[in-house]
């Protein structure tokens, strides 16, 4: 992997500047050096050009993505993040152009809620996105239902933070009501859970969401990092695939 300067000095150092140029601790908040290494390969992988990401921070995830599509041969990377200023200080928007990026990336400073849907109705489709915004279920959820119409067939998605229940409620929300739209990318796990690891992490999951049975199960069953990457295989027609307009199926 190809590093750019200011990700190698913010991994040196543990911090980011802010536009005063004062210090400040980039981590735990700031996707670690495996993490964003496991990104930059994906989107590598996926070969595309127009990359999405919700949640920006400090903007260290927007810095591997912007390092992949520039050894790609280019492109261009979306960003949406309500809490740039509020919360980030502007550092994440600031770090891109730091590292001269600044021409193939873009922010929006709105709720993902707002942006998505008027990203859809400009026709916009993605080959890679990376959800990590607001963790609340209801919300990544939402980022998820749109996620799936930008997203090009063949196009990928991560899916950040597998420690939390909400993500894992998530992948079973995708893996019961979009199979066969999504196949897990296996590349990015660390392989097949078998025996007592199974079920210890299967219990950990039931342990943290009691009632999130089949969500526990599906994490259990993988080397899950901190990461699940879903391969889009086709579009979700709701009249070819669910039966009924009032389909529902538990997850």
């Given at each position: 992997m190809?590093?750019?300067?200011?990700?190698?000095?913010?991994?040196r150092?543990?911090?980011?500047?802010?536009?005063?140029?004062?210090?400040k601790?980039?981590?735990?908040?700031?996707?670690?050096?495996?993490?964003?290494?496991?990104?930059?390969?994906?989107?590598?992988?996926?070969?595309?050009?127009?990359?999405?990401?919700v949640?920006?921070?400090?903007?260290?995830?927007?810095?591997?993505?912007?390092?992949?599509?520039?050894?790609?041969?280019?492109?261009?990377?979306t960003?949406?993040d309500?809490?740039?200023?509020?919360?980030?200080?502007?550092?994440?928007?600031?770090?891109?152009?730091?590292?001269?990026?600044?021409d193939?990336?873009?922010?929006?400073?709105?709720?993902?809620?707002?942006?998505?849907?008027?990203?859809?109705?400009?026709?916009?489709?993605?080959?890679?996105?990376?959800?990590?915004?607001?963790?609340?279920?209801e919300?990544?959820?939402?980022?998820?239902?749109?996620?799936?119409?930008?997203?090009?067939?063949?196009?990928?998605?991560?899916?950040?933070?597998?420690?939390?229940?909400?993500?894992?409620?998530?992948?079973?929300?995708?893996?019961?009501?979009?199979?066969g739209?999504?196949?897990?990318?296996?590349?990015?796990?660390?392989?097949?859970?078998?025996?007592?690891?199974r079920?210890?992490?299967?219990a950990?999951?039931?342990k943290?969401?009691?009632?999130?049975?089949?969500?526990?199960?599906?994490?259990?069953a993988?080397?899950?990092?901190?990461?699940i990457?879903?391969?889009?295989?086709?579009?979700?027609?709701?009249?070819?695939?669910?039966?009924?307009?009032?389909?529902?199926?538990?997850?």
């Open positions: 190809m590093i750019n300067t200011v990700l190698e000095e913010i991994y150092t543990e911090k980011v500047l802010d536009p005063e140029g004062t210090p601790d980039a981590f735990p908040v700031s996707l670690s050096r495996s993490d964003g290494e496991a990104l930059y390969d994906v989107v590598t992988h996926t070969n595309g050009s127009r990359t999405l990401e949640g920006l921070a400090y903007g260290i995830s927007a810095l591997h993505i912007l390092q992949a599509l520039q050894d790609n041969g280019g492109g261009a990377h960003a949406v309500p809490y740039q200023q509020k919360w980030w200080n502007g550092i994440g928007v600031l770090n891109v152009k730091r590292a001269g990026l600044q193939i990336f873009r922010c929006f400073v709105e709720p993902s809620y707002m942006v998505l849907p008027r990203l859809l109705g400009d026709k916009e489709r993605y080959d890679f996105i990376f959800i990590d915004g607001n963790h609340r279920f919300f990544s959820l939402l980022d998820f239902f749109y996620t799936d119409r930008l997203l090009q067939t063949g196009g990928r998605i991560m899916l950040h933070d597998t420690w939390m229940p909400s993500i894992r409620k998530l992948f079973s929300f995708i893996d019961t009501n979009r199979r739209c999504y196949r897990l990318d296996t590349r990015f796990c660390g392989g097949n859970r078998t025996g007592s690891d079920w210890r992490a299967f950990q999951a039931l943290a969401s009691p009632l999130d049975i089949h969500a526990a199960r599906l994490y259990a993988h080397y899950f990092h901190n990461y990457v879903l391969e889009k295989i086709q579009e979700h027609d709701p009249e070819k695939i669910d039966a009924e307009w009032n389909f529902y199926a538990a997850f």
